[in-house]
């Protein structure tokens, strides 16, 4: 128990160190803002969900103390509960075996069920979806002055960098203000994405990996996530607040399906014998130029809909030897 609590300080002491170093501007507090939650999802997948809630609630009252209640708000829900909950999560599982077996049948080991990588992605959405809304409501109460505030924040931004004209700065500045709210939540759930993704490969390395790894190229969203996302566009159109937070909500989950496209990708391209090219190739071109996702969306949505891995692996060919 000793040994949990300390292992609990130190990851939160290092989580809050991570978010706290923002205050000094340079870069590379930028990258360590995002992986704050990293020790905490170690800590939860290493050690177990309360080496991480202690953590976490260490490095809340820490940072409270420290920089006072906003900062202590911020890291509680943009840090320390998706680290806690999400690790959580990830080392669920239940027996789905039974070890004995009646009427002289044979024995049978039980079997774990793991929580489905599909829900903790929709989990992170939900995530993504709070911690960005929470964000544009500390800029005002509603639609109109969170869009103000943003565009006065931008247009000083801009009015210190360039000698460009008004009008081409007034254009950049509101496609911004636009498209920064959805920005927010996509970088969001890809940083949490990515963070569990280490966490996970850190305990595994470490042998603390007390599961075996999944199966990414199976996930997929639960079914009705299709009708929420359906909702959700709906709620797009109606203005004000509402209309900012489900386009919010509609970011996360587009990008969520795009990267069940890239699962969908992995599952499709098992016969090719250029497989790793071509994957090499989709990554680096999302990456470099970012619209190509639209692309991955849509095969995200497609299998959603049309099961495209389940009837791939039905007639799937055989693999195309090597050598």
Known sequence: MIAIVAIAIAAGAASA?????????ALISLVLFYLAPLPLVVAAIGWGPLSAAVGGIAATIGLGALFGLPYCIAYAITVALPAWWLGHLAMLGRSIGDASAGNGAAHTAP????????RL???????????????????G?????????????????????????????????DALVLIAPCAAAIVTLLTLTLNLWLAATITATSGRLQRPWPDIRSTAMPPMTLVGLC?????????????????IAAA???????LTGFAVLHTLTLSLRSRPLWLGCTYAVVIIFAWPALALIVLGLADAVFGLRERYLRTRPPPVPTT
């Open 111 to 118: 079997t774990m069920e793991w929580y489905p990588t599909g």
């Open 141 to 173: 109460g509603d639609s109109a002055t969170i869009v103000a505030t943003m565009k006065r924040g931008l247009l000083r931004i801009f009015g210190q960098r360039g000698t460009s004209p008004a009008a081409d700065i007034d254009r950049w500045v």
């Open 17 to 25: 160190l991570m978010f706290a170093s923002i205050i000094s501007g």
């Open 121 to 139: 992605l929709l989990w992170m959405v939900g995530f993504a979806t709070l911690t960005t809304a929470a964000a544009m409501l500390t800029l």
């Open 231 to 247: 909702v959700v566009l709906a709620f797009c159109f109606v203005g004000g607040l509402l209309a900012m937070f489900a386009q």
């Open 252 to 258: 996360a989950l587009l990008m969520a399906y795009a």
